[in-house]
């Protein structure tokens, strides 16, 4: 495994400018590029998957943060309040207590539900500057959260397809974790004073577990403030473990924001919230990316998915329209013909797909390919090759070519 603080400048894929702050590292285009492919796939996993997107700002009043409990128990993490007049508004530490408001905004029937609800938005944290790291440890984040409002005996389903949606997405990504833990509260006033709370919500967490088939370990003093959580655990180049995904339920924001349903007997009932998160912080997604896959990520992620190499200047134009019908495919290509071709195959050599168009291929329309692990395939006419290449990058493969 690589080092992304060192990988990631390396390719040019983010920096840091003091100018900006410690933590707040900036996106160049290719990083950019992963990110937004990253963003569009989730996105469409979720809507695939039954979740409506919305948007929500990145300020609430401080009266929101006590409301949701995050004051009383988080306010050392969160950046300090605004005077704005006679109010205070913070840089908000999490997406939830916003997703409450817009549920409770409208009145629901128990016939909606589950009503899933998906964003990936920023979010602060006041981290120090003794543990800030390249993507790792930031303080602005861009979190891909998820909030689903069910009845309770909705919710082992759902937080069991969130399970789902987690490993389907690991295999895409072409990582795998270290363990599943079932995070627990630990001794001291961090943690809300409900012990029913905590035995409810951690039953159904195990009972999740043990229907989706893994294996796990629980652990105390890992808890949210308001609830359990079952934690996808990663590791880094040194062997260093973080949270990447997360899956919680709650009962506390609920009944703090007063929310309710009516149900089948015309009665207000109280919702279970299912916290989500698929992938967790873009930014420390990325940097997992970096290190398992060394800058030669999934076809699919790729800043370049396609570069056409001409042989000589007479190819040009051909080499040009292959890569221009490679873009109308949706496919991240461009032309490289500056130096040897030799030395432009070294250049490439993180580039999944190299179209090399010669005299011969640009006279039949054909191209010939190689990919990026060195295998060269025979000629191929030109739409059919990157009619394929589109289809394996939009199916979200890990592997470079089908060969049947």
């Excluded at 603080?5 to 702050?21: A, C, H, S």
């Excluded at 989706?212 to 062997?239: L, N, S, W």
């Excluded at 890569?323 to 195959?345: N, P």
């Amino acid at each position: 495994m690589y080092d992304h603080r060192k990988l990631g400048r390396e390719l040019d894929l983010f920096d840091t400018d003091p100018l900006i702050g410690s933590g707040l590292p900036y996106w160049l285009p290719d990083g950019a590029s992963i990110r937004l492919a990253l963003e569009e796939y989730i996105r469409d996993v979720e809507r695939r998957a039954g979740y409506r997107h919305v948007y929500s700002p990145v300020l609430g009043k401080r009266e929101l943060y006590e409301m949701s409990g995050h004051w009383a128990h988080y306010h050392e993490d969160m950046f300090p309040p605004m005077d704005l007049g006679a109010e205070q508004v913070v840089l908000r530490p999490s997406l939830c207590p916003h997703h409450a408001l817009m549920f409770r905004a409208r009145g629901h029937s128990y016939r909606e539900l589950p009503l899933r609800m998906a964003e990936i938005g920023g979010m602060y944290r006041a981290e120090l500057s003794g543990v800030l790291g390249g993507l790792t440890r930031v303080r602005a984040i861009q979190l891909n959260d998820a909030h689903i409002f069910c009845t309770p005996g909705q919710a082992v389903d759902e937080a069991r397809s969130a399970l789902g949606l987690i490993a389907a997405a690991y295999d895409a990504l072409g990582i795998e974790p270290v363990r599943y833990r079932l995070s627990l509260p630990g001794p001291g006033g961090k943690y809300v004073a409900d012990p029913e709370l905590w035995e409810r919500a951690s039953a159904l967490l195990v009972e999740v577990l043990k229907e989706a088939g893994v294996p796990y370990q629980a652990e105390e003093g890992e808890a949210a403030f308001y609830g359990p959580k079952i934690d996808v655990q990663i590791a880094d180049h040194a062997g260093r473990e973080s949270t990447l995904s997360t899956v919680q339920i709650d009962f506390y924001q609920p009944s703090r924001f007063d929310l309710h349903y009516t149900g089948a007997d015309g009665g207000r009932h109280r919702p279970v919230m299912v916290h989500r998160s698929i992938i967790g912080s873009v930014e420390r997604a990325v940097a997992h990316l970096i290190e398992v896959h060394g800058g030669a990520f999934p076809a699919w992620l790729a800043p370049r998915q396609l570069v056409v190499l001409p042989i000589s200047e007479a190819e040009l134009p051909a080499a040009e329209a292959v890569a221009a019908r490679g873009r109308e495919l949706g496919l991240r290509a461009d032309v490289a013909d500056q130096g040897s071709l030799s030395a432009r195959i070294r250049a490439a050599h993180l580039t999944p797909y190299q179209a090399i168009v010669g005299a011969r291929e640009a006279a039949a329309g054909t191209l010939s390919l190689r990919l990026r692990d060195s295998r060269t395939l025979p000629p191929l006419p030109a739409a059919e090759a990157l009619g394929r290449i589109a289809a394996l990058v939009g199916a979200h493969r890990v592997d470079l070519w089908d060969q049947s």
